[in-house]
């Protein structure tokens, strides 16, 4: 066997850094979350604007056990593709707090959006704030997702 020089196994130990980094870099949730997500709440914002209030507390509910559902198995972000599955030790266990802060950080806009376009007399607040919203979480989910798990050494 040959010689290895301290420098040689360094510049090795920095490659697999590197690769192990970028696969991280990669570990997210799928595109198809976020559309989906911006879906439910363009619904959520018509049912809570336009139907009676049993119904939007039930779309409320709903959602939260049909997220919670999907979530539970994509939130540890290990599967982000199909073909793409981490070990549990690669991934950052903050992931889930941090789509959560932003879910809550999402909430908090549609609502600050809702009230500001009701004093301004929009016809319908709930739904345009939630329209603004679902744009972007649809367009931009993942890139925010990867801001702040830059931000949080996630």
Do not use: C, N
Request: aromatic share 8%; no cysteine.
């Amino acid at each position: 066997m040959e010689h290895i020089t301290p420098a040689d196994a360094r510049a090795a130990l920095d490659s697999v850094d590197h690769a192990r980094a970028k696969v991280v870099d990669e570990v997210g949730l799928p595109r198809w979350y976020w559309w989906l997500l911006a879906a439910a709440w363009v619904v959520l914002g018509i049912v809570g604007d336009v139907g009676p209030q049993w119904l939007a507390v039930g779309a409320t509910v709903g959602f939260g056990v049909i997220h919670s559902t999907i979530a539970s198995r994509r939130l540890s972000g290990r599967r982000r593709t199909e073909r793409l599955q981490v070990s549990a030790d690669t991934v950052s266990p903050r992931i889930p707090m941090v789509v959560i802060g932003m879910l809550f950080a999402l909430v908090a806009i549609t609502i600050a959006t809702g009230f500001a376009l009701d004093a301004d007399g929009v016809r319908h607040p709930g739904i345009a704030a939630a329209v603004f919203v679902a744009v972007i979480v649809g367009l931009g989910g993942p890139e925010i997702l990867r801001v702040l798990r830059r931000w949080v050494h996630a």
